[in-house]
T-cell receptor, first 112, second 114 residues
């Protein structure tokens, strides 16, 4: 069935380092793709999304590009901050399925 | 800003007891979901609900689980006879329409089954 695969965590970076968190999807067709972030003790919040191939979602310095040819939606940020420490979830939604599929989450820890 | 609210924030129960988790989705949203997350792990889909009926459910959502929208504002998840492995964080989410993209999540209800 459809699934979303994320890189294993935890990812530990120093402040101002470059971040990449890989995500690939297997849904056929053109699912909508999302990155959600979960800060400690909180629910999930939408970080960014892309709804069609070659779209780039961006928010708070994070970016991800919907790549149909590689079925990927990797999350990047040029310079991470301590406040970016959280768990990041990649997710897909395929119209007509009535559900969003989440990846396993990648924990990011940014050290000062 | 509109938000999804969940109660209780934490519930401790004995194995075999019934539990009801409550959610108030965003008022003009049409699609409602329950997810669960066991100890900070994967966010697992349980069930989706639209037009007063279940749209889709996962293998996890067996006969012990049920959902209801009793009064047009609340959306409840009932676990009939809890098991130890039901201990998890349960998240309610809502969405304005199937293709609008964003799921709005509540802050979760932590269920601990002893």
């Amino acid at each position: 069935g459809d699934s979303v695969t994320q890189m294993e965590g935890p990812v530990t970076l120093s402040e101002e380092a470059f971040l990449t968190i890989n995500c690939t999807y297997t849904a056929t067709g053109y699912p909508s793709l999302f990155w959600y972030v979960q800060y400690p003790g909180e629910g999930l919040q939408l970080l960014l999304k892309a709804t069609k191939a070659d779209d780039k979602g961006s928010n708070k310095g994070f970016e991800a590009t919907y790549r149909k040819e590689t079925t990927s939606f990797h999350l990047e940020k040029g310079s991470v901050q301590v406040s970016d420490s959280a768990v990041y979830f990649c997710a897909e939604y395929r119209a007509g399925t009535y559900k969003y599929i989440f990846g396993t989450g990648t924990r990011l820890k940014v050290l000062a | 800003e509109p938000e999804v609210t969940q109660t209780p924030s934490h519930q401790v129960t004995q194995m075999g007891q019934e539990v009801i988790l409550r959610c108030v989705p965003i008022s003009n949203h049409l699609y409602f979901y329950w997810y669960r997350q066991i100890l900070g792990q994967k966010v697992e889909f349980l069930v989706s609900f639209y037009n007063n009926e279940i749209s889709e459910k996962s293998e996890i959502f067996d006969d012990q689980f049920s959902v209801e929208r009793p009064d047009g504002s609340n959306f409840t998840l009932k676990i009939r006879s809890t098991k130890l492995e039901d201990s998890a964080m349960y998240f309610c989410a809502s969405n304005g329409g199937a293709n609008t993209g964003e799921l709005f999540f509540g802050e979760g209800s932590r269920l601990t089954v002893l």
